[in-house]
């Protein structure tokens, strides 16, 4: 394991600074060596600026480093890193930054204590934290700072503060953007699987979530949608004591993913509009989050589900499916000589639909629009004669997607959950 940490140039006082995951303290001027007799680390980086290096601070004997150095010889590997800028200039300060993360590995454990940082330096910390975990797996056991101006005056103890779970916060609120942006909602999924057992229905929502939009599985993400504000709530009071702000943007996931929410979809008696209705969301959705392809092959399923709900028929039957996208192509089957070979049950009832419907399925199923064939080149990888370009797709997608909001208006879809 490793430490590091900063010295600075003023004269410390002696004090007993307090083991932050534990009873006891160690009584010191440098919080660096309490630290070394907390934690054992292997090695200890030192980062010095010159003045820290050489010139004592008022009163004193010697220079900061040269007293910390004897009180730790032999007790650790000390390691110092040198000539770190004084100054706070932009690349100065990406300098710090790289000779922070150059002390590390893939892999280490370490310890950052910001107790005798300076300007910008806690800030570079930070930053680094973050960056660490990501690029390198690197273990941050903890974000320390020594608070000697909170120190008890008759015991002469200083309390050591932990802020690693403050620094946690980024990570919950990237998990967080992440799954509202994309629908991604693993890592976020895993801090709260991480967190406490309590949080698992909301974790399991959230992977229910993401799973389904990534899966094409509307179905799924209604039911789970549907549940999501019941564990919001149920969660939000455990996680507030560990994380506060996070309830707030448990808010924004809310917001995003509750309207998705339909108890028991499957039921197409009682919620054949409100289904519809969600599914069409989801299209809008898809689009929004620039998942094209996702957003084609929902709003093609979708015509054969409203004409299933038009003739009371459930949509998930595949024979039924099959029937209206019959309808949906003339409604017949003919052969080479314009023979009939086959002519939709349902066809003489579609033919007494008002005009304008008929008309506006027609264009979007397979005229102006040729929804059904869009969707074949897409999934087919543009692999075939004449593909569209990704320009095209991306702007017949949207008219696609005004064209079934203008469709569900005339249809007067509603939702009667509510």
């Not at 399991?204 to 504000?229: F, H, T, W």
């Not at 969660?235 to 996931?253: D, M, W």
């Not at 264009?363 to 692999?383: I, M, P, Q, T, Y």
């Amino acid at each position: 394991m490793k430490i590091i940490s900063f010295l600075g140039f003023n004269n410390y006082d002696e004090t007993t600074y307090l083991n932050p995951r534990g009873s006891g303290g160690y009584k010191t001027p440098f919080f660096q060596e309490a630290l070394v007799e907390f934690d054992n680390p292997e090695t200890l980086y030192i980062l010095l600026t010159k003045t820290v290096e050489t010139v004592p601070p008022k009163g004193a004997s010697e220079p900061n480093w040269d007293a910390l150095k004897n009180r730790l010889d032999k007790r650790v590997k000390l390691q110092p890193i040198k000539n770190i800028p004084e100054q706070n200039s932009p690349s100065d300060i990406w300098w710090i930054f790289q000779q922070v993360t150059n002390c590390l590995e893939h892999g280490d454990s370490v310890i950052f204590d910001i107790t005798h940082s300076f300007r910008s330096v806690p800030v570079v910390a930070l930053i680094a934290v973050s960056y660490l975990r990501v690029v390198r797996s690197v273990n941050i056991e903890g974000l320390l700072y020594g608070a000697f101006e909170a120190k008890n005056k008759v015991t002469n103890e200083t309390p050591t503060f932990d802020l690693l779970p403050i620094v946690s916060l980024l990570e919950w609120t990237t998990a967080t953007d992440q799954f509202i942006k994309t629908g991604n909602g693993q890592a976020l999924a895993s801090l709260l699987h991480s967190s406490n057992s309590k949080t698992e229905n909301l974790a399991r929502s959230i992977d229910g979530i993401a799973q389904g939009l990534q899966l094409l599985r509307p179905m799924d993400v209604m039911q789970e949608a549907a549940n999501l504000p019941q564990h919001i709530a149920d969660a939000a009071p455990i996680i507030s004591q560990s994380v506060p702000p996070f309830v707030s943007l448990l808010e924004r996931v809310k917001k995003d993913y509750c309207d998705f929410g339909l108890a028991n979809p499957i039921d197409y008696q009682k919620n054949a509009q409100a289904s519809l209705l969600r599914q069409l969301e989801m299209v809008e959705w898809y689009a929004a989050k620039g998942q094209t392809v996702q957003a084609l092959s929902m709003a093609r399923e979708w015509l054969p589900s409203l004409l299933c709900y038009y003739f009371n028929l459930d949509p998930l039957d595949k024979e039924n499916r099959e029937e209206m996208e019959l309808l949906l192509n003339g409604g017949k089957i003919k052969d080479k000589e314009d023979n009939t070979i086959k002519e939709s049950r349902y066809l003489d009832e579609w033919l007494k639909l008002p005009k304008q419907k008929k008309k506006q399925l027609n264009k979007l199923w397979g005229g102006e629009f040729n929804l059904a064939n869009l969707r074949n080149d897409v999934l087919h990888a543009g692999f075939r004669k004449n593909p569209k370009n990704a320009k095209d797709i991306l702007l017949q997608t949207e008219a696609i997607i005004k064209e079934l909001q203008t469709i569900s208006t005339v249809w007067n879809l509603k939702d009667e959950t509510i």
